[in-house]
């Protein structure tokens, strides 16, 4: 019996010993890419690899700090956490800032909630940097923070969100399966700037430029996530090339700017406009036939994933740095499947990523 | 002999703007005191010490840049131009820092890109003769595409740890910035109350023409108050690079804003010739502290946003009562 203390005495030591180090390297650990981290897993994939989502006996209270309200995009995400907060008896708070630029704002939003003792932190900065401060700080009380979609705070230690890289990646596969004969395409960006934007953009112009000969990215510009800067940008690009086939949009705010550049132009057999994001606006647009397609991120599916994330990060369970949520290419022909009526959503991404492994 | 009369009177004028302005800051005050008030019967975290601390540390951004703002507002000016001022700055002070450059010089060169900004706005206002809202205008979108031309719109990531060590750090309980702010504000209360450039700022926003004709150096005394107003806002994006350890060529946006209202809340009026410097801080706080209990309290940030034109609303029409119907 008295062997046995000592040896779990022993035990306890070697542990605590170990995890020193561990958590003087925890300190260092490289900055965060969210695209290329290696350290990562799929959403659909936390079951199998680390069980059931830990049950606690004290009520869990979740603070979430999302960009702002104005976007649905957010909207969606906050729906999301509260669905998956009433499914496993947890208690939410969303707070955002006023817009998508109000830095200082969402940072003093941040730092009050750090005193509302809150167990874990969702946050989705509006900059790389704006929350850096209150993410510090939360490391410093011991409250696990997961930075959610899209803005990559560097220091961040646990990350939920889809690839940015791989939407322009679809996007230009698509316009490479649609138009066999290629032909002249423009993107229109978003914020210059912004990890998100940057790489839906690089991803684009090189997947379309490498995996075919017979596209030319003929303009490449910035519309700042606003609808009627894309519009006028996209009216300007029209003009002078009154051949284009196709505009590949950051997002589908400025999407539907596009399309209405375009309708205006008279050009809407021609040109197909591809957004990102999936907010209903743009559905309502693909189911009028006039917006092509939008790169879906599913902000309610990501919204669930992430609050189950804090879930197991705060029973314990040793996630790898990155869980990457879904995205799919919706257009017309496969809305049904995603959206239609009695559709699995869930089901067909488990499906698409199952078949995207083989 | 005329000169001397005329001085008299300036004098006269501004012992009985004084004592409207103690009635005035008065008033903000006990606005400030009703909204604590309020929020610490809302939330029992509203009055702890942490939390108070961390109000003043959120309002000291803005209280810097609005200190520099209400000085331009006295002279009868307007500065739309601080974003992007401090943003340039920023991203010149960090990527210096990044490179090598040892910390003070490479502070010294964000006070002069920063007294740089507001030398280019004063020249084009007192000597140029140019509207001051147009001029600030446009050079909030140049200083902006500075930044963000001279970065490529990246963030600068790399900040010395010293650097951000001494802004984060506290003397006593208080938070580096915060004294900073603190410093500067009794400076700007000096300059303002005790000097002769303070008096003639009071006198050009007041009467441009009389304060000409009394024999005041007119162009020299809105340059400064746009040098200083640039000044403060390099200062104010140095401390927000220490806090958040990044620079951001999108830094800054809307702070003229949140300062033209914290200025125009302490009683700076956009006419000219009449501001506080002790209301503007309560004004700056005021709005500090609205964002922190409404967020305490749960509430939405699009009812803040309603709260805050409420309370802008508000102390201008208080204003107007006290000051009677003239």
New interface residues.
Partial sequence: MLKNLRLLALLVIVVIGMSVPVMAQEAELP?LDSDTEPDRTEWWQLEEQFGPVPTFEEKVRVGAVAK??INEYWRLLGEGYQNAADNFGVDV?L????NE?????Q???A???L??NFNILLVSPQ????L??AVDRAQELGIPVVNVNDAVI?TARHYVGNVQRDNGVRAARWFIENFPDGGKVAVIEG???VYAAGQRTEGYTTTITTESDKFEVVASVPGNWDRQLAFDTAATILQQHPDLIGFYCNNDTMALGVVEAVKAANLLEQVAVIGTDGISDAYASILAGELRGTIDSFPVLTGEVALEVALRLLGGQALPRVVSTPQALITLDNYDRYYGEGADTRAALIEDAKMAMK | MELQTTQNQTSTRIRSVNVREYIRNAGTLIGLIVIFIFFSTQSPVFLTEANLINILQQSAINACIALGMTLVIISGGIDLSVGPTAATAAVFTATLMFTGTPVLPAVAVGFLIGVACGLINGLLIAKAKLQPFIVTLGTLSLYRSIALIYTGGNPILSVPPDFRAFFNGRMGNLPVPVIIVGVVAVIAWILLRRTPLGEYMLAVGGNEEAARISGVPVALTKISAYVISGFLASLAALILVGRLGAAEPILGNLWELDAIAAAAIGGASLMGGKGSIIGTLLGAIILGAMRNGLTLMNVQAFYQLLATGLIIILAMLVDRLTRGSN
């Fill in positions: 900055p702002t309200l708070i707070q955002a800032a006023q630029a109000d830095q200082l704002g940072l003093a939003i730092e009050a909630m005193t509302l900059s790389d940097a704006n850096i401060p560097s914020q210059a700037g």
